[in-house]
Structure formats: C-alpha cells, structure tokens
C-alpha cells in the first residue's frame, strides 16, 4: 500500500501525485461566478447557476479538506510538509490582511480626504461653491444626501451599544480558543471541546447580534448601502468582516467534530493552529472596524 | 483510524511514476514540469490573442480616419487587448518559467504544494474564458483601459461583472501561485542551498510573488467596490455620496505599479542566467542584484501616483512621487552595469538566448530612460496619456519582458524538450524580431512628442506618416512570432539530442539533469559541493 510505504519512511516529502480536484474545483469557481454575473445581468437562470457554482464549490471544500485529512490520518505529512501549511496559512492569511486594507484605505481617505474636499478644503473652493450647504463632517452621505429616506437623513449606530457587546464576545472568544489550544497541548480534551465549543457559539452569537444590527439599520435608521460613503464604507468592511466570522465559524465546527472524533494529538494539530490564526486575524480586523468605523 | 483511511487514501493516489495519458493527464497532473508546460502554451496562446487584437488595432490606425471599426470597439479593443497581455500572456509566461525551473534550480522534487498549482493554473484557464467571452456580451467587452477608472468603467454593459469576476479569479490563482513559489523557495531548498547560493532567476520570482501577495488582495478590493457602484448603490467612486472616483485611481496604481514590476522581475533573473553563460563568467556582483531586485521590489509600493499626476495633487506628493520615482533608476542602474561588467572581458558567444538578452539590456534601457522623462511631474503634464508613454510601456514590456521570457524559451527548451533547436531559424526570429519591435514602438515615441493622444481610433492627418509605419512594424512584428511557434513545434517533435549542459558553459543544477528533464527529478536532494 502505498500509503503505508511513505508512512515508514518520515524523510520523504510527500507529493501526491495527480487530482481531479483542482480542475473541478476551476470549474466549480467558474460557474459560481457566471452565475454571479448572470444574476447580476437580470438573467432569468442567474440565480440557479449561481446556487448550483455554490453547491459545487462547498462539494470541493469537503473533497479537497476530507483529502487532506485523510492524507494526515494515514500519517504520509512529515515535518516538512507541515512547514509548508503553515507558511501556505500565513501568506494566505496576509494577502487577506491587503484585501481589507483596500477598504480600510477607502474608508481613510474619504474621512481624511474627498469628504474635506468636497466641503472646499484646500485647493478644492470650487467645490465648496458647488455645495454651499454641504457638511463636510463624519459619518456623512455626501453632498448629494444619499439616503433610502425622501428628506436624505439617516441615523447611524452608536459604538457603545451592540457593537461594544460584539466586541467584548469576539474578544472574549479569542480568550476561550486560547484556553482550548492550552488544553490540546496539555491533552485535557474534555476542556479543549468544551471551550472549542464555545468559541463557535460565541461566534454565531456575533453573527446574530451582526444580522439583528444590520436588519435594524436597514429598516429603521435609514442606513443602507447606498447611504452615501458612510453606509458604503460601513456594510462593505462590517460585511466583509462577517462573511469572514462565517467562514471562521465554519472553520471552528470542523475542528471541532475532528477533536470530537480523537484527531490531533498534544504535538501535532496544525489544522487548530492555523483556524486559531486564522480567529485571531478576525478578531483584530473587527477591532480595526469597532475603532474606526463605529467609535471614531 | 489510520487503517480506515489509509485505505481510501490509496486508492486516490496513482502509483509513483505513473501518470494518465490524453487529456486525463492535463487536468489531473500535479507535476510541476506538467504545470508549467500548461501555463507556457496558455500563455503563447494568449499572446496570439492579444497579439490578433494589436493587431486589429493597428490596422485601424494605418490611415487617418474611421477605417475599420466604431470608436467604442477600437476602446474594446485596446482593454481587452491589455488585459489579455497582461495577465494571459506576460505573468502566465514567468509563471510556467517558475514552475519549470525554481524546482530544477533549488535541487527540490516538485512545488511545495501540488495539487494548489494545478488549481491555480485552471483557475486562471476560467477566468480567461470569462474575459473572452465577455467580448459577446450586449454592449461589448468593457471599453474604459486596462486601469478600468470609474466613472467610465460604470457605463459597460453586461461585460462588467463578467470582467470583474474574471479579475477575481485571475487574483485567487496569482495568489495561490505566488504562495505556492515562496513555499517551495523557503521550505524545499536542498540541503546546502543557502539564500544567497540560489540562481537569480529564484531570486527574483520570490522577491515577486511576495509582490504579488501584497497587491493582488488590493486590486480585488478596488474592483469589488466598483462591482458595488454599479449594481448596489454604494458611493466609494461617487462624489454625490462623499466618494471620489480618485480613489479608485489610488487603489488601481498601488496594485498597478507593483504589477509592472511583477512582470519586469522575473525578466530580470532571466536575463541574469543567461548573460553569465554567454559570457563564460559568473554574474558580477551577486549580491547586489539580489539586494538591487529587492529595493526595486520595495520602491515599488511608494511610487504609485506617478501614474496621476495630470489629476493634480499638492506640490509635496508631486515632488515625493518624482523623486521616490527616479529613485528607482539606482537600483535599476545597478543591474544594467552588473550585467555589462558581467560581460567585460567574458569569452562572448552570441547563440539565440544571448541575441535576446543583448537586445532587452539595450532596448529596456531606452523604456527605462523614457520612465526617467515621464517620472519629472512637470514634463509628465505634457507626456500624459499620449503615445509617449505608449512607446515608454511597450519598451519596457516587450523588448523588456517578453524578449527575455523568449530569450528564457531559448535557454531552457533544449532542457525541455531534449532536442537542440534550429539555430538559424532562432536567428532569424530574433532579427526579424528586433528589428520590428524597433519600426512597431520607436516611432510612437515622436507621435506622443507632437500630442498624438492614445486610445483614439483617429488622428490628425500630421500623425499619418510615423502611424503608418508603426503599424507596418506591427505586421511584421506579429508574422515574426510565427516562426517562433513553428520552431517551438519543430524543437518539441525532434531534433538533435541535446547533452545535459545543453551549453558551453551551464551552471546550476536545473543543468546537472539530464535532457529533456525526466519527469521526476530531484527527488533525493542533490548534494550540493
């Protein structure tokens, strides 16, 4: 069995050789993202070849991860191949840090920049003229007062209300994950579930206080997308930031049912580290988010 | 529980040494000499792509007047041309040289992670395919340039997301490749291979997918937001909301300018093997064109708004952005004179490879000097968006990066494929080659000088002379890159048997293997001495 040969043999880096995974996972993207651009287009079968790249994609992510897993089961990652997860992790981690420091960097530079210009800071009197009632403060809509209300108001919401107590769970969750990775390495696996456990409740219940925040804003304040720069900047990097809490969340269940099934061991649990990295790395981005888009 | 998966486990993985035939073996190979051969054929696929579409363009502006196509096709034209040689031809082409070769000259068996490159070169197939088919799109394929500025931009048609989704893609395989690159630099090196012991043809490709990684989650962003302008009422490029369509020019530039250099890199640590082995020494000063890649890499992320200053700006960012710009040209300036010195005194020969490196040392020069004019804020005012600067990037990409990409096919294809190719036909496309590239791009030169603009079907009849020969230079630039294919066919289906150096004198261990390249190689660590 070739399987158990590359297990006796801990030198050898394992390559595996040939996968029909990549290609249907191309194919999987692709759909997904005709779909997405159908559906945007208004075409009538957009959204079901949307909905179809979906169900595909998540089939690929339990081909390509149960794969993997099952490689490590049989023991055919070695040292070196570990070291290679966890500097694939970390660049990924990284280039997702960039992703968010675009919308960081909008969000900087039309608080800091456009907005003062438009009022006719600096060189840009031209642009006072234009809008001479324009209120060049933050949060704003713009001058045109971008709002879903007829008389362009909106309302926005206070950091210290749900977003402090959002706060304090995703803090709170990045303490409990810790506890569990301490657990695992001192091999007490009842508390590692346990507190593993909680980190994804506390996860969802982010989510939910999220989804209850954004319905609220939504129908009540008048704070939408398309609530000028303001509701641009706000549900793009919150959004953002959710849907990557989702996938966290996601990430933890997973570890989660392994650590249920008698995976990892005190030495070896790579896949908990990298989701733990991969916690922690929200974490920060939501603090970024509490300080800049809701509190400043 | 290792029994209960060992076994299912087995079962997917094909025994050693064996690999699928047809086309099975295509989408299912993770051997990294498979991957690259893709990425390279891809990549002169699109090149002839891009290439039919110049092309075209250039046939529309033999003559002054509306010859061949409406303004809004000629726009279509032109961004999709740049995004085709952009992304299709020139990065795939170092992506499939990296492949090739960073494994067969870092002693190590394949990529660090199989299976990911295979995935990244598919998704790059797809998303091309989601490009090209948005030229049938209602509406056309998106008309506003490869920069894709807003508000133009937010008039496409149904191409848009198409266009937009397709840059998604295209950033996840970039990603994950450049992952995959500095994994296997960093963690699969042979023992003995040190840093600074490692060809500078690795060197520069892990200098660039760090580049890579930094700017291509940037550029997703800044085309996610115009995703959201257009069809979800956000405000980030739209001054009635407190958005301002600048920032999408910020965002564009600080991907964009590293993107030119993602390119030029690479192109960079060809050259550097090539002109050491034509010239029967080792490359002068190793470790400063480690270091002098390294502080272009660096520049690169403080050099954007050079690309704005038409836009206007305050005195202090136009004398930042000049002055960061020209810069730029000490490192640079570095490298040139390492690879003169590297030639002073060499026992020269002049085989293809050579022909081309000689030609990029002088010809991306000229490119190089043209950025020095277009960096001064006060002369950029005058240059901007005219065929100047036209001239300025096509010499820099390709007399720069594609005549060493081709330079780079010369040099390894022997390693590839086990046969010598034919030296007077290389000959000739070099000449024919050279000397077209010259009547293509030098004449725009003069055309941006007298304010012909770019991207405009028509002209005043004073351009008509030099825009007639630049198209003529094209024609016969274009025709020239038949012989090419013809000789990479020639070369692949048999020839001479070519020895494991190929060359008079072959350094590193990609020339230890013997030719072609077995399809395993390296897979006990070579000793280094």
Redesign the interface.
């Known amino acids: 069995?070739?399987?158990?040969e590359h297990?006796r043999d801990p030198g050898q880096?394992y390559?595996?050789?040939?996968?029909?995974?990549?290609?249907y996972?191309?194919?999987s993207?692709?759909v997904l993202?005709?779909g997405?651009?159908a559906t945007?287009?208004g075409a009538g079968a957009g959204a079901w070849v949307l909905g179809l790249g979906f169900v595909m994609l998540c089939v690929l992510f339990f081909l390509?991860f149960g794969?993997v897993?099952?490689?490590n089961?049989?023991?055919?990652y070695n040292e070196?191949v570990d070291?290679?997860f966890r500097?694939?992790m970390m660049?990924?981690i990284?280039?997702?840090v960039?992703?968010?420091?675009?919308?960081f960097?909008?969000l900087f530079?039309?608080r800091q920049?456009?907005?003062p210009?438009?009022g006719g800071e600096?060189?840009k009197a031209v642009?006072g003229l234009l809008w001479p009632d324009f209120d060049a403060g933050w949060p704003?809509?713009?001058?045109?007062a971008?709002s879903p209300r007829d008389d362009g108001s909106y309302e926005i919401i206070p950091a210290f209300g749900l977003p402090a107590v959002n706060t304090a769970l995703l803090l709170t969750s990045g303490l409990t994950i810790t506890i569990a990775h301490h657990a695992m390495k001192m091999g007490h696996r009842g508390m590692l579930k346990i507190f593993l456990a909680l980190t994804f409740l506390l996860g969802f219940t982010f989510l939910g206080v999220q989804a209850r925040e954004y319905g609220h804003a939504y129908h009540e304040l008048g704070l939408?997308?398309?609530?000028?720069?303001?509701?641009?900047?706000f549900?793009?990097l919150t959004g953002f930031h959710g849907l990557h809490v989702t996938v966290g969340a996601i990430m933890l269940v997973v570890i989660w049912l392994r650590c249920l099934k008698?995976h990892f061991t005190p030495r070896q649990h790579f896949a908990f580290e990298a989701v733990a990295w991969y916690w922690h790395f929200v974490d920060v981005v939501w603090l970024g988010l509490f300080i800049f888009v809701y509190w400043l | 529980m290792s029994t209960a998966y060992g076994s299912g486990t087995a079962g997917h993985v094909a025994h050693h040494g064996e690999r699928p035939r047809g086309l099975g073996r295509w989408l299912t190979t993770t051997n990294h000499k498979d991957i690259g051969t893709m990425y390279l054929v891809f990549s002169l696929t699109m090149f002839f792509v891009g290439g039919t579409l110049a092309l075209l363009i250039r046939a529309e502006l033999f003559q002054p007047g509306l010859q061949l196509f409406n303004p809004g096709f000629f726009n279509q034209l032109t961004t999709v041309h740049a995004l085709v040689m952009v992304f299709g031809a020139v990065m795939p082409a170092t992506v499939g040289l990296a492949n090739w070769m960073i494994p067969l000259q870092i002693g190590a068996a394949d990529m660090a992670l199989p299976r990911m490159n295979l995935f990244s070169f598919w998704l790059l197939f797809f998303a091309f395919v989601l490009l090209i088919s948005s030229l049938f799109m209602p509406g056309g394929a998106p008309a506003a340039g490869w920069t894709l500025y807003p508000p133009l931009v937010l008039q496409s048609g149904s191409a848009f997301p198409m266009a937009v989704f397709s840059i998604h893609l295209m950033g996840a395989s970039s990603i994950m490749g450049a992952i995959n690159v500095i994994v296997t630099i960093i963690n699969m090196r042979a023992p003995g291979m040190t840093l600074l012991k490692m060809p500078l043809f690795t060197w520069s490709w892990l200098i660039t997918a760090y580049l890579l990684i930094a700017v291509m989650p940037v550029f997703a962003g800044g085309v996610t937001m115009l995703l959201t302008d257009y069809f979800f009422k956000t405000s980030f490029f739209n001054a009635a909301g407190g958005g301002d369509p600048v920032l999408f020019q910020h965002v564009f530039w600080f991907f964009g300018h590293p993107e030119v250099y993602i390119m030029i890199l690479p192109a960079f640590g060809i050259v550097s093997e090539i002109i050491p082995t034509f010239s029967r020494k080792p490359i002068f000063g190793y470790e400063a064109m480690v270091y002098a890649i390294a502080s272009i890499a660096f520049l690169s992320f403080i050099v954007w708004a050079h690309h704005m200053f038409t836009v206007g700006m305050p005195l202090a960012g136009q004398l930042f952005f000049t002055l960061s710009t020209m810069l730029i040209a000490v490192p640079t300036g570095v490298k040139i004179f390492n690879w003169t010195a590297t030639m002073w005194r060499g026992s020269l020969s002049f085989e293809p490879p050579m022909l081309f490196a000689l030609s990029f040392l002088f010809l991306f020069t000229i490119g190089g000097f043209s950025g020095l004019m277009l960096a001064i804020a006060p002369a950029d005012f005058q240059y901007h968006d005219t065929y100047f600067v036209v001239a300025h990037f096509h010499y820099v990409l390709v007399p720069g990066a594609v005549f060493a990409i081709m330079g780079g096919v010369y040099y390894w294809l022997p390693k590839w494929t086990g046969h010598r190719y034919d030296m007077e036909l290389a000959k000739w496309h070099f000449w024919l080659t050279t000397i077209f590239v010259n009547v293509l791009f030098f004449p725009q030169h003069f055309l941006g000088l007298a304010g012909m603009p770019r991207r405009i079907p028509d002209y005043a009849t004073q351009f008509a002379d030099w825009n007639m020969v630049s198209s003529i230079g094209a024609f016969g630039f274009g025709l020239s890159q038949l012989l090419f294919v013809w000789l990479i066919v020639k070369c692949a289906r048999g020839g001479a048997p070519a020895t494991a150096g190929v060359w008079d004198w072959p350094h590193g261990l990609e020339w230890t293997v013997p030719s072609p390249a077995p399809y395993h190689t390296f897979e006990k660590a070579p000793e280094l001495k």
């Open positions: 069995m070739a399987a158990a297990a880096y390559f595996p050789h040939g996968s029909r995974l990549p290609f996972g191309s194919v993207l692709f993202m005709a997405a651009a945007l287009n390509w794969t897993i099952h490689e089961q049989a023991g055919l070196q070291r290679s500097m694939g660049w990924f990284f280039s997702e960039m992703f968010f420091a675009a919308f960097a909008a530079y039309a920049l456009s907005v210009w438009l600096g060189e642009t704003t809509n713009g001058p045109g971008l939408q997308l398309g609530t000028g720069i303001y509701g641009s900047t549900f793009m008698g």
